[in-house]
């Protein structure tokens, strides 16, 4: 595989990973894909992007489902031809379509659907970050402005949440890292199957 080439599929290996939430997954533009029709009933198929960001869009669609996804490795063998994907407009395009997917996974993952310690954690991380760096940002300012070095409280203050914010931030991302969905779509629907017939089964008699 040609250099340019290879470093290009790195990147956008780890910007499909950070936006679909499958971090075992490599290089999803490169080779086939098979997909279940169980997955392909539940897909909304019009809002899956139609070009050469489709297969990073799927695997965003199918993480929401919570679909199992397997990465197959398989050699890349790259003859003579040239590729029709423009560099310039995908180095554009690309990081904003991830960093849509990642917004709205984190929102539905971690917000609507489920709120738990990672949830905090991202919340946190966040706020305390966003806070060091705004108030380290003018208070530097303000000392650039005036002539006057920043006393050791001002940078403790500045620095602390910034590390902390982070830290959380890190274990948000470890966290993420570590919640790969491990259930097909058919195990997913029989398992619901099993629980719904055990609780018509529980459940008193009405009259």
């Not at 423009?86 to 690309?94: K, N, R």
């Not at 993952?109 to 380290?136: E, H, I």
């Amino acid at each position: 595989m040609p250099f340019l080439r290879l470093a290009g599929n790195a990147g956008l290996t780890f910007f499909s990973r950070l936006s679909s939430g499958y971090w075992n997954i490599s290089d999803p533009t490169n080779g086939f894909t098979a997909i279940s029709a169980d997955a392909v009933q539940i897909l909304p198929l019009h809002k899956i992007h139609e070009r050469y960001f489709f297969e990073s869009d799927l695997l965003f669609r199918l993480n929401i489902f919570g679909a199992l996804v397997i990465d197959q490795p398989m050699e890349a063998i790259y003859g003579e031809e040239k590729s029709n994907l423009s560099i310039t407009h995908s180095m554009l395009t690309f990081p904003l379509l991830h960093l849509r997917n990642f917004t709205k996974r984190v929102i539905y993952n971690y917000l609507l659907r489920n709120f738990d310690v990672a949830s905090l954690s991202l919340l946190a991380g966040l706020l305390l970050l966003t806070f060091g760096l705004a108030f380290g940002i003018s208070e530097w300012i303000e000392s650039w402005r005036t002539g006057t070095p920043a006393t050791p409280g001002t940078v403790m203050l500045s620095v602390t949440p910034v590390l902390v914010g982070f830290q959380l931030l890190l274990s948000f991302l470890h966290y993420d890292i570590s919640k790969n969905p491990n259930q097909t779509m058919n195990a997913r629907a029989s398992s619901l199957t099993v629980l719904q017939k055990r609780i018509v089964k529980t459940s008193p008699d009405q009259d």
